[in-house]
């Protein structure tokens, strides 16, 4: 592979260096943390998801910016965003807070074989971690082809979980991958867009299920204090 340009970007103790690269199959980003140890951990992304990890920097950032009383989870977390733009790799970002302070965890996950991989930015590196993506999505990325037709992602926070709805596409056809994250675990399903018709369909099949009983007994007792009263009509003396 061929290095096209390179950034390295200091933020307190750790120093990050974002690469631009080439290989035949065409150009992408890696991104790697070094630590005060030496220890060095990497993210890949295609340039059209570089573009759109850099926008939701912007997100996390203008968040971050108006923190006061942040409401967090029992594992910390204060936000998550999600990113999948093809099926190869999918990201995860969560804006989280320990004793050292706020950072946002980028975890990256190839599900074909099931690795992990990840590293964390001080909060307040965001912005310049984004600018520097800026400069080189502009000089290198052809990131204006994103398919806005495509709907948006949605999330769903059930308790201390997380629900992630995002569709995609790949030389299948189209899909809507549902992930669900809590502390330390995620897992994911994939929907082929012929079955989202069937798949709400029993969905709200259960809850009907579900909701049924309460509307029967409410419909049993109406139809109850009616017969009693058919039935014990009031008597009137006649002399």
């Known amino acids: 592979e061929e290095e096209l340009a390179s950034k390295t970007i200091q933020i307190q103790s750790k120093r990050f260096y974002i690469d631009v690269k080439q290989n035949k199959r065409g150009r992408f980003i890696k991104m790697a943390e070094v630590d005060v140890s030496g220890r060095k951990k990497r993210l890949v992304f295609s340039m059209a998801t570089a573009s759109v990890f850099r926008d939701k920097l912007s997100i996390f950032a203008d968040y971050y910016t108006g923190l006061e009383h942040p409401e967090m989870d029992d594992t910390g977390t204060l936000k998550s965003e999600f990113i999948n733009k093809d099926e190869r790799r999918f990201y995860y970002l969560d804006l989280k807070e320990n004793s050292r302070g706020r950072y946002l965890r980028v975890a990256m996950t190839i599900p074909l074989s099931r690795q992990r991989f990840q590293i964390g930015i001080p909060a307040q590196g965001m912005i310049e971690i984004r600018?520097?993506?800026?400069?080189?999505?502009?000089?290198?990325?052809?990131?204006?082809?994103?398919?806005?037709?495509?709907?948006?992602?949605?999330?769903?926070?059930?308790?201390?979980?997380?629900?992630?709805?995002d569709i995609g596409?790949?030389?299948?056809?189209?899909?809507?991958?549902?992930?669900?994250?809590?502390?330390?675990?995620?897992?994911?399903?994939?929907?082929?867009?012929?079955?989202?018709?069937?798949?709400?369909?029993?969905?709200?099949?259960?809850?009907?299920?579900?909701?049924?009983?309460?509307?029967?007994?409410?419909?049993?007792?109406?139809?109850?204090?009616?017969?009693?009263?058919?039935?014990?009509?009031?008597?009137?003396?006649?002399?």
């Open 131 to 165: 600018d520097s993506l800026t400069e080189l999505l502009k000089e290198f990325g052809d990131y204006t082809c994103d398919d806005s037709s495509m709907p948006g992602a949605r999330q769903l926070k059930v308790d201390n979980k997380m629900f992630y709805f």
């Open 169 to 239: 596409q790949n030389k299948r056809g189209t899909y809507m991958r549902i992930s669900e994250v809590r502390s330390n675990f995620r897992t994911a399903i994939t929907i082929p867009e012929k079955s989202w018709v069937k798949f709400r369909n029993i969905v709200a099949d259960f809850s009907d299920d579900l909701s049924a009983p309460t509307t029967a007994t409410s419909s049993n007792k109406l139809d109850k204090e009616v017969k009693v009263k058919v039935e014990s009509p009031e008597v009137i003396a006649v002399n």
